[in-house]
């Protein structure tokens, strides 16, 4: 008897269950299935062949897919998207099962279906969480018209280390700025009813702390502290379950000796206990047997009954489920419940996606256009580091060369699935029409140019940079587009050194030497350093991070004052590699200093000192604060400052506030972010800017994970532009 068949043959039973509420729903489908039907829901498989088209005849590796497939034994899958793909596959699973349970559609919606907005870290620049929920909202209404219904997004991990490529797709270093960031994001993937349409599942992830990879590499162990643990890392998921997230992601990395697609504790314990989530957690992929050579688990046997002990719902890519769980549910009656529990949490998903009433619901002929909000984010995201004034630029002759600025794949970013290859516009694109001449420097990179390859770097040819100076000789003002590719950072690419390439060095000191103003336009999917040389020579330096499908517009219209400098920086930008990992919301150790002698804490050959505080960023106007004034508010503190436009232009800043706590027991940060809102001020004007503090901003969990209010001690709130100016307040609170 299929699910489907029921469906269409006891219409009226289908309708009385229809009304029932879905855990009632849920049951009887349970109560119809068998123990494979329970675990198949488990499985979830990749894309495995064209739908659309006949099977491969002789491919075992496909043949025994579909014959899992037919059998009930997926429950999900990923990478299949397409009305026609979805509709397809969605018809084996309705009309070829015994049961008929509709399949879910998994992808990696990151920053965008075809459309791409900037990468997420780029987004986060914004520290605009109604553009960010816009930017998720804009990528579900593409993808799902699709067949998408689940997003594997958005990415919290919390990360102090730049060399990890993976920064790309999180919010940067800072664990309220992530929980906001992660509430927005759900918010946007998933709209108020998960049913509708034209909504994604979101799913946080990579539970938890595989942003502090030791020494940086991706899939590294990682290493941290249970204060860092409960603090840092946790704080942005426990935002994101609570602002309704409806799944979970395991994540690669181990710590603490446990691979945390098998730590019980860290799932039971704070996910779902703490934070109270009830959704579908689902191992990363290949994450449950990848157990194995971390040599955790025995076998894959092994590695499935230690992964479905912590909580793993779904199995994507291991087939360890399906091999071994009917076996490991026969021979313990624990496994049997937690098969049945997890296939409860998964039948759910499926009841609130409107799945089980209508499998076909996510496929819809149209498709929406998405791209004034891909622009519009876009222009939101970068971040002006310094500006001697050139900036914006106005009616003079500009030579554009670089190897960014005609490039329409690598500003695209890494996550782009469903994106086409080459079809970002460029910034050269966005020029054409204006007093502006490209010439070509010579290019980043040779070769293939993949998602699963390495990007192989132009180690030496710098020919067409002498070219590329000589034709812009007669112009004003010099913009130079380097940085990153999109396949430099993301996931598989740490890198150790993280300053631009010799060849792009090359181009940057010759132009230099032409002694006119040179702007550079840095595409990044993190922060680099960039030399001291580098960074004195240049006239400006905008951080456009990879801005997308349009950002050469965006960017252009920047560059050139039609939109402000928007973005503050989300992570700290280091000096070196050497001072990584970096973050702004450090402890002040037992020597802070600095002192005379050298018994403090401190590097011999390099400043303690960023390059860019956390926070930064520059405007085309300039902002005093003044008179900053804190009161005591019911249930905690408010303060107020005002911010006056003290330049020519109308802009915006991002006024911030940060806490530093002492004597309470415990050891704090010297600095924490705990509120921050944008202001829009005319030149000339100014504005009374209130923050809240809440009293429970304070407080911290210790190492046990108990949380510890802050009562007595000092406590000192700055309000300033960025983690490193501002104005202080300091009081001292008495139990
Ligand atoms: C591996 C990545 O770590 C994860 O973030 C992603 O969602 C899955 N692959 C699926 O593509």
Known sequence: ?????????????????????????????????????????????NGFWNATGPMPAGNEWVEQRVKALKQGGVGSVLNVAGVDQVRALQKVAVEETRLGIPLIFGLDVIHGYQTLSPIPLAEAASWDLE????????????????????????????????????????????????????????????????????????????????GFPVSGKDYHTTDYSAHTLYNWILPPFEAGVKAGAATVMNAFSAANGIPATGDSALVWGELRRRMGFGGVLVSDWGSIGEMIPHGYARDLRDAADRALAAGCDIDMESDAYLRHGVELARSHPADSLRFREAARRILTLKFELGLMDDPYRYCRATKPDVRAEAYDMAVRSSVLLQNKGVLPIGSVLVGLTGPMAAEKNGVLGNWRVSAKDQSAQSLAEAVEGRCWTYAASAPHSVGQEAFHAELTLNAADT???????????????????????????????????????????????????????????????????????????????????????LGGQAVVDVLCGKSEPYGRLPMTFPRSEGQIPIHYDAFSTGRPGPKSEVFWSHYTDESNAPAYPFGYGLSYTSFAYENLQVREAPGGWSATVTVRNTGARSGSDVVQLYVGREGNGQIYPVKSLKAFKRVVLEPGSSAAVELELPREALTQRDGQGRSIPFTHGTLRITVGPNSAEGLTWTTNLIP
């Open 1 to 45: 008897m299929r699910f489907g068949t029921l469906l269409l043959f006891a219409l009226p039973l289908a309708a009385v269950a229809q009304r029932k509420p879905v855990a009632a729903r849920v049951d009887s489908v349970l109560s119809l299935m068998t123990l494979p039907e329970l675990v198949g829901q488990t499985n979830q498989y």
């Open 463 to 549: 020919k067409a940079n002498d070219a590329a100076l000589k034709a812009l000789r007669k112009h004003d003002v010099l913009v130079l587009a380097v940085g990153e590719h999109g396949y430099e950072s993301g996931e598989g690419r740490s890198r150790a050194s993280l300053r631009l390439s010799a060849v792009q060095q090359d181009l940057i000191r010759k132009a230099y030497k032409t002694g006119k103003p040179v702007v550079l336009v840095v595409y990044a999917g993190r922060p680099l350093v960039l030399e001291p040389w580098i960074q004195e020579g240049a006239a400006a330096i905008l951080w456009a991070w990879q801005p997308g499908t």
């Open 131 to 210: 553009a960010i929920k816009r930017s998720a909202r804009a990528a579900a209404l593409e993808a799902t018209a699709d067949g998408i219904n689940w997003t594997f997004a958005p990415m919290v991990d919390i990360s102090r280390d730049p060399r990890w490529g993976r920064v790309m797709e999180g919010a940067g270093e800072d664990p309220y700025l992530g929980a906001r960031i992660a509430e927005a994001r759900v918010r946007g993937f998933q709209g108020d009813n998960l049913s509708d349409p034209t909504t994604l599942a979101a799913c946080l992830k990579h539970f938890a702390g595989y």
